[in-house]
């Protein structure tokens, strides 16, 4: 099981699904390398690269959040290689516009430590809210600072610029689409269920409690669902 991460790079994030996952898988968190610029056919490469060793039709892979995109530009580049496909409050496009228009531009004033302190107070109000704990708080904010910055806004122009809607039906795998309610950062559920209508093999789980962070979520088991 190939499990892709999302704007961090760094795969931190399902650490608390490995244990529970292993089980069943062998079990691969992924941490992009630290370069830029790049595009997805450059990440999908590199997964290909790390993987090549996997039996054919053997992989499920696993994309969260900004790893969605880059799991179903995977899967559409090598589908013989695939035999399942996750999606973790993910989309085929970004359509906030705005906000993600704006997250490009003001993206290089996280190098000024009064913004990068100011960011982490607003993302620790939100996770919060949200009912992560403290514990899993702590986790998100020392992966934050394990960001490569030029890579970060990368992927940021990355979300841009991508759209898979006019692909979604060539996806050809059992494809599982999880879902928040309360996702500030994704229309997730909007998201997912645009997905699950133009995938032909696709089953939508909505969680309408839950935020972004489905992954660092109290009570949330991926193992349960795949």
Not at 112 to 139: C, F, H, M, N, Y
Not at 189 to 204: D, K, Q, V, W
């Amino acid at each position: 099981m190939l499990l892709i991460p999302g704007l961090d790079g760094t795969g931190r994030f399902y650490q608390p699904h490995v244990a529970e996952l292993s089980i069943r898988y062998r079990v691969r968190p992924w941490e992009f390398r630290t370069r830029a610029p790049f595009g997805f056919d450059d990440l999908v490469a590199e997964l290909a690269e790390g993987t090549c060793d996997e039996n054919p039709g053997s992989m499920v892979i696993v994309g969260e959040s900004f790893g969605g995109p880059v799991a179903m530009h995977f899967a559409l580049a090598h589908p013989d290689r695939v035999r399942g496909l996750v999606l973790i409050n993910a989309f085929a496009a970004y359509r906030r516009r705005v906000r993600i228009n704006l997250a490009c531009l003001t993206a290089p004033m996280l190098r000024w430590p009064v913004i990068r302190a100011a960011k982490t107070v607003v993302a620790d109000r939100i996770l919060a809210s949200e009912g992560i704990p403290a514990a899993q708080r702590r986790l998100y904010h020392e992966t934050v600072r394990l960001i490569d910055p030029a890579a970060y806004r990368q992927r940021l122009e990355l979300v841009r610029t991508v759209d898979l809607a006019d692909r979604l039906g060539e996806i050809n795998v059992p494809t599982l689409i999880l879902a928040s309610g309360r996702d500030k950062l994704v229309p997730s559920i909007r998201a997912g269920r645009f997905m699950a209508s133009r995938i032909p093999n696709a089953r939508l789980h909505e969680f309408p409690r839950a935020g972004h962070a489905l992954l660092l979520t109290p009570g949330f088991s991926l193992a349960a669902y795949i």
